[in-house]
């Protein structure tokens, strides 16, 4: 019997909370010795630098100020404190043959301490023109990277449920952990985005293996019902997301890097580098997972503990042991997918809660418990929302998902690959 | 630091309008999920229905204000329908899924461009509630009683709400000792022992869950009244779970659970709220700001739910055996 106190858990909350805050304290400092700032870097298409153009900052309390953009393209202009600011660049100093941005002037708000990053779109490809079916291909490649980047967050979760069978109501927090931790390594710290993110998985590891250790490994030997325990991770989902609002602030923000890429064009289909990058990768990242499971020894004591954890533990498994490495690599795996959502959408700290629904949607369909049905299921909702759009307006492209999501259990409950006896 | 203020504001709010709409819906709640086990985390939507039903019959169709409270209680009982038919026969944590995903189905909806001149977008419906105020019988002015501090309009808001909690406290009681309690709590505690006597236990979870949601229609209704406006974002998922805060720190499965927790909720988010903001503006506390304050107030809920959920999961007034729930 473990003995655990009150003291404690308050300890390891603190703890977990505190994870985090102190990847904040730390980055914090270079930050605010620069005060606030609006910035960004000039690129056209192609993706050179664009020299020589005024970028004019202004508010309605008579500040203006204004930056020429250097040879890379940088531009930034301090401002005088937190507020509103309209950002104008003057299309007269753009050179000849490059196409002025669509929007022109940007109102934006600087936040207190941190720099702001703008970027104009130069000559932005006019999309409106294209066919039905054009749109068709163009949409069907988005929905796979999303229904990707939904995989890496639903492999997890669904090999938590199947293998503890916790409802984690706070695994959309594990995605933006990492998204945001990325950002503090990558803007803060001025590391690469590449290798930031690198950090940032590490980091959204770290953050599944204290949970695991901290919250929920005490709570399963305390015999908590499982109700009970989703519950507990409801609370912390909201704990931890309006940490990241103290923290992070209420503004998207985008990474540093390969922020504003110029699409390149395989047929109907325009594709970033960075998206072409990031979705071989998260695929690369899936197939080994996969391959993970179903060839090493511990994906296969991981498969017999989601099917029966007494018996998994008899024949000698080390169930804890196995619980522990699913969190782990569970949570990497969602971090990588917050970081690849956040280079689509920028950051912010209520990515990961808009996302857990869709998420739900995905392992629900394809069967709750199951890692491959959680990859299938991502992939059609991915897909199912992007396409979506060709017929229903994108503010409603989710509610699609989810009414989707519905009728499965509707006909199906136990999903795509799930066995009928996992539903009571 | 005013000591003073900061217990009369605090007082108010404890019995204040949101009180009255957690209270009407940890109530509604209490019944399904204290009672019948239902883990329905779509609450929220309840109270959507019911206030945009009120809202779209009088401000949009130009309807009679009571025509509009029939119509949101009927929008409720066909919600809770629709969501019962696919769900109860499925295990609670699927409850729980379909009912949060018809919430923010609901919620986005209703928001949308697309119905924007029937439920009026982002900014929601406004003037639908000058029939209930025409009844106040209160004449105009500030009315202090005690630490309880109210203008007229909100006296009546407190009064009416409060009258509709005492009837549907009595309500919940009179049912939880008649045959129909019992076998709502059989289904909770064992559902197989009580379709063995015979009781279709899909038909008696459907009611639960139309009565449940029949109460959070009447919080619905005096959310959307107090306001005078209905707003899509303000039935977003974290008012869900602010009931179920409500409904765990009074004690789940108890007539008076609901009401205890409110009072003791409300009293101490806004007490919270108002120590921490006048805290930073007198310098006590210098390394957040008072926005950031505000924000605490919601981590401290988030934190307070996990361990009321690990060392006292039956709250103040309830029985810890009676919430052994268990999914698998």
């Avoid at chain 1, 910035?39 to 309605?60: E, F, K, M, Y």
């Avoid at chain 1, 100093?93 to 207190?112: E, K």
């Amino acid at each position: 019997m473990v003995h655990w106190s009150v003291t404690r858990v308050i300890a390891v909350i603190v703890a977990a909370l505190g994870l985090l805050g102190t990847v904040a304290v730390v980055s914090a400092g270079p930050a605010s010795a620069e005060g606030e700032a609006i910035q960004g870097t000039l690129r056209d298409l192609a993706g050179a630098p664009v020299v020589g153009v005024t970028i004019t900052v202004s508010n309605d309390g008579g500040f203006s100020d204004s930056s020429v953009s250097d040879a890379e393209g940088a531009w930034a202009v301090e401002v005088p404190g937190p507020g509103a600011y309209s950002v104008l660049l003057d299309e007269d100093t753009l050179p000849d043959g490059t196409t002025p941005p669509t929007v022109n002037p940007i109102t934006t708000s600087a936040d207190p301490g941190t720099p702001r990053f703008i970027n104009f779109r130069l000559g932005e490809r006019e999309r409106n023109v294209q066919s039905r079916w054009d749109r068709a291909a163009q949409l069907s490649v988005e929905g796979l990277r999303f229904g990707l980047v939904l995989a890496l967050a639903a492999v997890g979760l669904s090999l938590i449920y199947g293998t503890t069978g916790l409802t984690n109501f706070a695994h959309g927090e594990i995605m933006t952990f990492g998204a945001i931790s990325t950002w503090f390594f990558n803007v803060n710290l001025g590391i690469n985005l590449i290798g930031a993110a690198v950090l940032g998985v590490i980091t959204a590891g770290v953050f599944g293996w204290a949970q695991e250790r901290g919250l929920w490994r005490p709570l399963r030997k305390r015999g908590t019902g499982l109700i009970a325990m989703m519950i507990v991770s409801i609370g912390f989902a909201l704990a931890l997301a309006n940490t990241y609002l103290i923290i992070f602030g209420g503004a998207s923000r985008p990474y540093a890097d390969y922020d504003s890429q110029a699409g390149i064009e395989f047929g109907p289909v325009s594709l970033t580098p960075k998206d072409m990058i990031s979705m071989v990768i998260a695929a690369v990242i899936l197939a080994i997972a996969g391959l993970a499971l179903l060839k090493t020894r511990m994906g296969k004591a991981t498969r017999a503990v989601a099917d029966n954890p007494a018996l998994a533990a008899s024949s000698g498994i080390d169930v804890d042991r196995v619980i522990m490495v699913v969190w782990i690599s569970g949570a990497a795996l969602a971090g990588l997918g917050g970081v690849m959502l956040a280079m689509t959408q920028q950051v912010s700290y209520l990515m990961g809660t808009q996302t857990l629904l869709l998420i739900f949607a995905a392992v629900t369909l394809g069967g709750l418990g199951t890692a491959f049905g959680a990859l299938v299921g991502s992939l059609v909702v991915g897909m199912l929302i992007q396409l979506s759009t060709l017929w229903i307006n994108p503010e409603l492209k989710n509610v699609g998902a989810l009414l989707v999501m519905i009728i499965v259990l509707m006909v199906r409950p136990q999903g795509i690959l799930g066995r009928r006896s996992r539903v009571g | 630091m005013d000591w003073g203020f900061i217990f009369t504001t605090s007082m108010s709010a404890a019995i204040g309008i949101s009180a009255i709409v957690f209270c009407l819906g940890a109530i509604g709640l209490n019944i399904q999920f204290g009672y019948t086990g239902l883990l329905n985390f779509g609450q929220a939507a309840f109270l959507a229905v019911a206030g945009y039903g009120l809202a779209t019959t009088v401000t949009t169709l130009g309807l009679n204000f009571w025509l509009g409270i029939v119509v949101g209680m009927a929008a409720t009982v066909v919600l809770a329908v629709i969501l019962g038919i696919p769900t109860l026969r499925l295990r609670a944590d699927y409850l729980a899924i379909v009912t949060i995903a018809a919430a923010e189905i609901l919620r986005l909806t209703l928001r949308s461009v697309a119905f924007k001149d029937t439920f009026g977008g982002s900014d929601g419906l406004q003037q639908f509630s000058d029939a209930f105020y025409k009844l106040n019988p209160i004449s105009p002015g500030a009315y202090d009683f005690g630490p309880f501090k109210y203008n007229e309009k909100s006296w009546w808001v407190i009064i009416v709400g409060w009258s509709l909690v005492a009837v549907w406290t009595l309500l919940v009681f009179l049912l939880m000792r008649s045959p129909f309690g019992r076998v709502l709590r059989g289904i909770r505690e064992d559902e197989d022992a009580v379709r063995s006597l015979g009781k279709n236990v899909y038909w008696y979870k459907m009611q639960a869950l139309i009565l449940g949601g029949l109460g959070g229609a009447f919080a619905g209704f005096m959310l959307a009244l107090g306001q005078s406006a209905v707003s899509p974002d303000a039935y977003a998922t974290n008012l869900t779970f602010l009931i179920y805060v409500v409904l765990i720190i009074g004690g789940a499965a108890r007539v008076f659970g609901p009401i205890l927790g409110a009072l003791i909720f409300s009293f101490l988010f806004q007490f919270v709220d108002v120590v921490l903001d006048q805290a930073v503006n007198t310098g006590l506390i210098t390394f957040i700001t008072s926005t950031q304050a505000a924000q605490i107030r919601l981590v401290m809920v988030g934190v307070g739910l996990m361990l009321l959920m690990i060392y006292r999961p039956q709250g103040i007034l309830g029985d810890r055996k009676e919430l052994q729930l268990d999914a698998r």
